[in-house]
């Protein structure tokens, strides 16, 4: 959502029309190879978005990465870290506390599959993963840790959640999560000969944890509005931001030349 407010401010300044398309990871890849939906910021790589990659790897274009040193697992509050719970294994000791539960997000999510094979390979029996969606998921560990009462929930770096409450990742060392990952930005094939411009700006487009986690806190956290919290943080980057369109502009130059 940071991601896709911010280039979607930029193109339109830069003279585009857009239209945000709010998708589950599956439709999303469908689209892209389909041709029914143009760009995604929100492609995880190497490891939560692979099975995506392996079926829809050659009917899409790989752009480039946006965002660096990111991470997906399963995180709890650190007053239940500190309690003792500081591996995924260590989770079959306390079902009773955590009610038999895992709190996710939306099915489908590479960081919900992910739980699915942590469940199964750290032999968490008594526990079932309840999907519904991010808000869901965020409310849910908002109530709980109000509470002090214990919840395990599946969270992804960067995240607002780590600057609103204190929260530790649980140990993997199956690797059922994977490694440090990268975003990258994804198009449909032929964009870039439809939309040089456009394509350039996509293309130049890049941010650190800081810079998103920043648009994510005054969404989720403060309550701002998605386009005003995306608009503050180009107003704050302007320099960068003016370098994206321009390159833009001269790539749209250069392809009527």
């Given at each position: 959502m940071a991601s896709t407010n911010v280039l979607t401010l930029i193109l339109e300044e830069a003279g585009y029309k857009v239209e945000m398309v709010p998708v589950d990871a599956g439709p999303l890849y469908q689209g892209l190879s389909q041709g029914t939906l143009d760009f995604t910021t929100s492609a995880?790589?190497?490891i939560t978005h692979a099975s995506y990659i392996?079926?829809?790897g050659d009917k899409i274009d790989r752009v480039g990465v946006n965002l660096e040193d990111c991470k997906i697992g399963m995180a709890v509050p650190k007053y239940v870290y500190d309690a003792g719970v500081q591996s995924i294994a260590d989770l079959r000791e306390h079902v009773s506390e955590f009610d038999g539960r895992i709190v996710g997000i939306e099915p489908g999510a590479g960081v919900v599959m992910a739980t699915e094979r942590a469940i199964e390979e750290y032999g968490l029996?008594?526990?079932t993963l309840q999907t519904s969606s991010s808000a869901?998921?965020?409310?849910?560990l908002k109530s709980a840790y109000g509470k002090g009462e214990w919840i395990a929930v599946t969270l992804w770096s960067p995240h607002w959640a780590?600057?609103?409450w204190e929260m530790e990742y649980l140990e993997?060392?199956?690797e059922c999560y994977g490694g440090v990952e990268v975003v990258e930005t994804i198009t449909r094939k032929g964009f870039a000969d439809e939309h040089p411009g456009?394509?350039?700006i996509i293309k130049a487009f890049n941010w650190t944890q800081e810079d998103c986690q920043s648009v994510m806190r005054d969404i989720f956290a403060e309550g701002m509005d998605e386009r005003e919290a995306a608009q503050k943080w180009i107003d704050a980057n302007r320099e960068r931001v003016d370098e994206w369109i321009a390159a833009g502009k001269a790539a749209e130059a250069n392809s009527t030349a």
């Open positions: 995880w790589l190497p392996d079926k829809y029996d008594g526990y869901g998921m965020l409310a849910e780590f600057s609103e993997d060392p199956e456009a394509y350039a």
